[in-house]
C-alpha cells in the first residue's frame, strides 16, 4: 500500500526558508522519480520540482529557480524540498507524489506572510 507523508510546512516570513519532507512507503522507492507539486487556493496544482531515481536529474518550475532545491535520501525512503528565500506567493499545500504513481499525501501547508 502506497503511502508519501509530507511534513515540514508552516508559517514562515517573507525572505525565509523551510524544509519540506516526504517519507515513502509501499512501493519501491529507488526506482521512482520523485515529484514536488503545490495548490494554492483557487488555483490548480502544479509541478514544482522532480528529480531521478538517484538524484542525478532535477527540474524546477521557472518561479523556483535559484530558491529551492530537490533532493533525495534513497536509504530513508525520503525526499525533501529545501525552500529558501520564499515569497508570499510560495503559499500553498505542497504534495510529493512518486512519477508514474497515482496516489497523493495529505500535504503540508505552506505560508508565506509578514
Known amino acids: 500500500q502506497v503511502q508519501l507523508v509530507e511534513s515540514g510546512g508552516g508559517l514562515v516570513q517573507p525572505g525565509g526558508s523551510l524544509r519540506l519532507s516526504c517519507a515513502a512507503s509501499?512501493?519501491?522507492?529507488?526506482?521512482?522519480?520523485m515529484t514536488w507539486y503545490r495548490q494554492a487556493p483557487g488555483k490548480e496544482r502544479e509541478l514544482v520540482a522532480s528529480i531521478s531515481t538517484y538524484g542525478t536529474t532535477t527540474n524546477y518550475t521557472d518561479s523556483v529557480k535559484g530558491r529551492f532545491t530537490i533532493s533525495r535520501d534513497n536509504a530513508k525512503n525520503t525526499v525533501y524540498l529545501q525552500m529558501y528565500r520564499l515569497k508570499p506567493e510560495d503559499t500553498a499545500v505542497y504534495y510529493c507524489?512518486?512519477?508514474?504513481?497515482?496516489?497523493w499525501g495529505q500535504g503540508t501547508q505552506v505560508t508565506v506572510s509578514s
Open positions: 509501499g512501493f519501491t522507492f529507488s526506482s521512482y522519480g
Open positions: 507524489k512518486a512519477a508514474r504513481i497515482t496516489y
